[in-house]
C-alpha cells in the first residue's frame, strides 16, 4: 500500500532516488558486494536506486524506519514526510503532502 501521500507519486519517487543516490552505501540494502556496485554502469545504478525508493516507498507504509546501508529512512506520518538520515545528520525530507 505505501504510505500515504497527496503529493504526486512520481515526484515523490524522483525525490527518494536522488536521495538514495547520495547514500554512499545504499547498494547494501541488495545484499551487492562493493565491487559489484563498482562495476555497474551509472544508468543501472540508476535503476537500482528507482528500484530501491519504490521498495521504501511501500515498505515505509508497514514499517516505520527502514536501513539503507549507513543511512535511516524513516516515516513521519504526523508530519507527512520521509526523513532520510545518515548518522545523527539529516541528509534530506521528502515531503509526502
Avoid at 545504478?45 to 549507513?70: C, H, K
Amino acid at each position: 500500500m505505501g504510505v500515504k501521500h497527496g503529493r504526486d507519486y512520481a515526484l515523490i519517487l524522483a525525490e527518494l532516488t536522488e536521495a538514495m543516490a547520495a547514500v554512499p552505501d545504499s547498494y547494501i540494502f541488495f545484499e551487492m558486494e562493493p565491487e559489484d556496485w563498482e562495476r555497474l554502469p551509472q544508468e543501472d545504478r540508476r535503476e537500482v536506486w528507482e528500484a530501491l525508493a519504490e521498495d521504501l516507498f511501500y515498505g515505509l507504509g508497514e514499517e516505520p524506519v527502514i536501513t539503507v546501508g549507513s543511512a535511516v529512512v524513516m516515516h513521519d506520518g504526523a508530519v507527512h514526510r520521509i526523513n532520510v538520515l545518515i548518522g545523527e545528520e539529516e541528509l534530506t525530507t521528502i515531503s509526502l503532502i
